[in-house]
């Protein structure tokens, strides 16, 4: 007898969320300028405030001499005291500088900016389940599902190869930003390279990459090993000069519903995993105003 093994289907689910960033520069300058006003009014109170304490021990201890001022004394020996003060201020900057180099860490920040008008939304809340979403279209199949232990309906893709899920959205301004959230099954230790997510921005609607010009961002789901994020850009039927792999270990975030967020700024791409920025290319999109659908394929 013949004991035939079925693989258990690797499944992606998502929830969505469009919006533009017209004023997104704008606001994060404004941040920017706020943040270096602080610092400028820290420093002027610190200096204020060192200058009233000189002051307060001038007047509190008249008949109290200037550190650097001060006669040399002898000791009991008979040798001379001469240290100067600024051979003390060099010390202490060696010591502030081995200070500085003992504790240096590199500081980052969530710096992804939302749009403030709305170009595409979908919880999917409008459809039945079971039914495909109707605000969608693809080449194959997927269906609108429920959780037992997470809110909402969510939009199941269904595995195959070729297979494009592509939301009613007709045109995207130069600025924009995407937002999605994404759950998982059937992923385990064993699940290789090969399965991921590819985020597509493309010249066309039609169950492609694209006709002339594409974006494509890749987020691996691999778990026995650390993936890449892959980025490749194809304009005028021809590779781009972007082709990279960004080494990102997200094994322990694609299990645990990630956020992600797609920014667009004219030639700009970035991209997050939930708080951390992976992708910041200044110069992906080197045509701009071609690039006017968004599509989703499974390897």
């Known amino acids: 007898m013949k004991t035939i093994t079925k693989p258990i289907p690797l499944y992606f689910i998502l929830g969505f969320l469009f919006f533009s960033i017209p004023n997104a520069n704008a606001q994060l300058l404004k941040k920017l300028q706020k943040k270096a006003e602080d610092a400028v009014e820290r420093k002027l109170e610190q200096k204020v405030e060192k200058e009233t304490e000189r002051t307060m021990d001038t007047i509190l201890n008249p008949n109290e001499k200037s550190p650097t001022k001060k006669t040399p004394q002898t000791n009991q020996g008979g040798s ?41 939304f979908d919880d999917f809340s409008q459809d039945f389940v079971g039914d495909f979403p109707s605000k969608w279209n693809t080449n194959a199949s997927g269906e609108v599902v429920k959780m037992n232990n997470i809110e909402g309906n969510w939009f199941e893709f269904k595995p195959g190869h070729g297979i494009y899920y592509i939301p009613d959205l007709k045109s995207l301004p130069e600025d924009y930003t995407i937002e999605f959230d994404l759950l998982t099954s059937g992923i385990d230790g064993q699940t290789s390279v090969a399965a991921s997510l590819e985020v597509i921005l493309s010249d066309n609607s039609e169950f492609n990459y694209g006709s002339n010009h594409y974006v494509q961002a890749v987020i691996p789901f691999c778990q026995y090993s650390i993936a890449d994020i892959h980025l490749r850009n194809f304009f005028n039927r021809a590779n781009g000069d972007i082709n990279s792999n960004i080494t990102a270990d997200i094994r322990k975030e694609v299990l645990n519903q ?3 967020s797609i920014a667009v700024t004219k030639n700009r791409y970035r991209l997050w995993v ?26």
Not at 92 to 97: A, I, S, T
Not at 104 to 120: A, H, R
């Open 258 to 260: 990630p956020h992600i």
């Open 274 to 299: 939930n708080e951390t920025k992976y992708v910041d290319i200044p110069r992906m999109i080197t045509e701009l105003n071609v690039l006017n659908y968004i599509k989703f394929h499974i390897d």
């Open 80 to 120: 001379t005291n001469k240290t100067t003060s600024k051979t003390n201020e060099t010390q202490q900057d060696v010591l502030n500088n081995e200070n500085l180099s003992d504790n240096l860490e590199i500081y980052s920040k969530f710096d992804f900016v939302p749009g403030d008008k709305l170009l595409f």
